[in-house]
């Protein structure tokens, strides 16, 4: 019932209509129903086309977005390192930046492509998001269990489309990938 792409250690009958995503490092199960999946999912499409209209300028293809926990959008980013010439352009500090002000991101939802590097883990943590959305944590762990240990409900999507359009850039680019993540 779930398809492909999710990573989900178990369904229990009892909660049919609910997905766990469990932490690896401490067992903590996070409990979300299918209609939030199915809300993350569309909210994700949203930052792997900004990752795609990334690729297509060039840059590295990770893309963002700012949503409340309702489904409506705030703001869109994607990785500008390569179109700007600006390292600390991230796909979630550009849509952090372009959200403007916000009083509380308690219950906002960061959503990317891609598990957030520590710079970016800094901010979900700094600025106390609720909730982030990653596509894939494959090519890149980043600070998920950082996340997860201190408070965040982090869903990953495991989306194969997320791993397959980076793991192609990296493959074809590995230095400015290496660049990107602060590896020598
Ligand atoms: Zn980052």
Do not use: K
């Not at 999946?37 to 690729?55: C, D, F, P, T, W």
Request: hydrophobic share 40%.
């Amino acid at each position: 019932m779930l398809g492909p792409g999710f990573r989900c250690d178990s369904i229990s009958s009892a909660f049919a209509a609910a997905a766990f995503f469990v932490n690896q490092s401490t067992g903590r199960a996070l409990c979300v129903t299918l209609d939030f999946v199915s809300l993350y999912e569309q909210m994700l499409a949203v930052a792997i086309e900004e990752a795609r209209i990334g690729l297509g300028e060039g840059g590295i293809p990770i893309g963002a977005a700012l949503f409340t926990r309702s489904g409506e959008l705030l703001s869109r980013g994607r990785n500008r390192r390569v179109q700007e010439g600006d390292p600390s352009v991230h796909g979630e500090t550009d849509a952090f930046r372009r959200a403007g002000r916000q009083r509380s991101y308690r219950n906002l939802v960061m959503v990317t492509t891609l598990a957030p590097c520590w710079y970016c883990s800094g901010l979900v943590r700094q600025f106390r998001i609720g909730t982030l959305v990653v596509g894939e944590s494959r090519n890149f762990a980043g600070g998920l269990d950082w996340l997860r240990e201190n408070g965040v409900d982090v869903i990953d999507l495991d989306n194969r489309e997320c791993r397959d359009l980076l793991a192609g850039y990296i493959a074809q680019y590995p230095e400015v990938w290496n660049e990107d993540i602060g590896e020598e």
